[in-house]
């Protein structure tokens, strides 16, 4: 600092000038000290195009995009892991505010963004969540907290939009994000292969039937003057005929919607997980998930505790945190009482779509 005071004559200021020159000064250094070191990519930017972008970008039309194609959003920052509070941050759901994101971020500039190698696309209610969270554990892993909804709600947005919410990755880390309506959305399987046509599938299924209880639940919770599950559930309950136009029914005819995404893609790009067994056996079916991604096994039984208030398994360290926990409220809810009559009707309907589903993947859940 010696050598810049002697080119400036401070004689004629007076004792509080000079302090807040070298206030000034001492910002300054600070601020292009920590442009050199690349901090200030959490200022407002052009989006940042990566030279090393080894996916190739794809427009709407599956056009190939140009690097320098304009792009609306100036802000790049990293998508925060999750809501602290809860590890079942649903908050994208309602539709996903990118300024939301942007000012709960934390931005380092480590790693580049990278479309998800691998996307979880469903099924709601599955246990999609508790894999999410599962995985993250992973050191080779780095996922999207909430759900980006991208492939569905928000394409129009572009992909560079979507590479944008994705966390940084190092070499060897593998990027993931969960949105279960993926999976009954008719144009992301084609979508999602105009990304990328490796991209890995992950799919956690659950008994149909539990599945649509529990997605009745969540709605009830929702709006407590729903009428009941069985008013719901039949298109005329003398005859018995079930109403596959309610959502909480049709999702859970897995065998249609996979139909769909195996026009695009080939079986072998597909996990399906059993929701039943990541609730039974945690460790055991992240062993099959980590040797699908070609992950080491690093999520193991000793990652689990099983929380008897909880009735669920549990994380002991979950990322980023050294406590254990479980996941949200929303997550292991207590289902209404559906009458067991009704109940069995619904078996019933599902057992050739489960049969088919069962044939299709050469697994069978055990649903029947
Ligand atoms: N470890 C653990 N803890 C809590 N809950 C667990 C866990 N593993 C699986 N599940 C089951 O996950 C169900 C919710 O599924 P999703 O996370 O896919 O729901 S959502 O589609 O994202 O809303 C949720 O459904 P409900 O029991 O009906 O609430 C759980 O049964």
């Known amino acids: ?46 989006l940042y195009v990566h030279q ?77 969540r508790a894999l999410l969270e599962f995985l993250r554990v992973h050191p080779d892993v780095r996922a999207v907290g909430a759900e980006p909804h991208f492939f569905d709600r928000l394409y129009e947005n572009g992909l560079q939009w979507y590479r944008n919410l994705m966390p940084r990755t190092l070499e060897g880390q593998i990027t993931i994000e969960k949105t279960p309506s993926y999976f009954i959305t008719h144009e992301a399987p084609h979508r999602v292969f105009s ?64 139909e769909n995404w195996l026009r695009y893609f080939p079986l072998s790009q597909f996990l399906f997980v059993s929701g039943e067994k990541l609730v039974t056996d945690p460790a055991g079916e992240m062993g099959r998930v980590q040797d699908f991604l070609g992950l080491k096994r690093v999520v193991t039984n000793k990652h689990f505790y099983f929380n008897q208030t909880k009735g669920f398994p549990c994380l002991k360290k979950p990322e980023g945190s050294n406590r254990p926990r479980c996941l949200g409220k929303s997550k292991g809810r207590p289902h209404p009482h559906i009458p067991s009559e009704v109940l069995h009707r619904l078996r019933e309907f599902y057992k050739p779509f489960n049969l088919k589903f069962y044939q299709m993947t050469g697994q069978d859940f055990g649903w029947d």
């Open 195 to 258: 990304m990328s046509r490796a991209t890995k599938l992950i799919v956690v299924v659950r008994d149909p039937v539990t599945r649509a209880v529990s997605d009745y639940t969540q709605t009830l919770t929702k709006n407590p003057s729903l009428p009941t599950f069985q008013n719901l559930v039949f298109k005329n309950s003398s005859t018995g005929l079930i109403d596959t136009s309610w959502s909480a029914v049709r999702i859970g005819i897995y065998a249609k919607h996979l």
């Open 1 to 46: 600092m010696g050598c810049w005071t002697t080119s400036f004559n401070f004689g004629h200021l007076k004792a509080h000038s000079k302090v807040s020159f070298y206030f000034t000064m001492i910002l300054i250094f600070t601020y292009l000290f920590y442009c050199l070191t690349g901090y200030c990519d959490s200022m407002p930017s052009p």
């Open 52 to 128: 090393s972008f080894k996916t190739k970008l794809y427009s709407l039309e599956g056009k190939k995009l140009q690097p320098d194609a304009h792009l609306n959003i100036s802000i790049d920052r990293e998508v925060p892991a999750s809501d602290p509070k809860d590890l079942e941050d649903e908050t994208l759901q309602r539709g996903l505010d990118y300024n939301t994101y942007n000012n709960l971020s934390v931005s380092n500039n480590f790693g580049t963004k990278e479309f998800p190698q691998t996307i979880i696309i469903g099924v709601k209610k599955g246990g999609t």
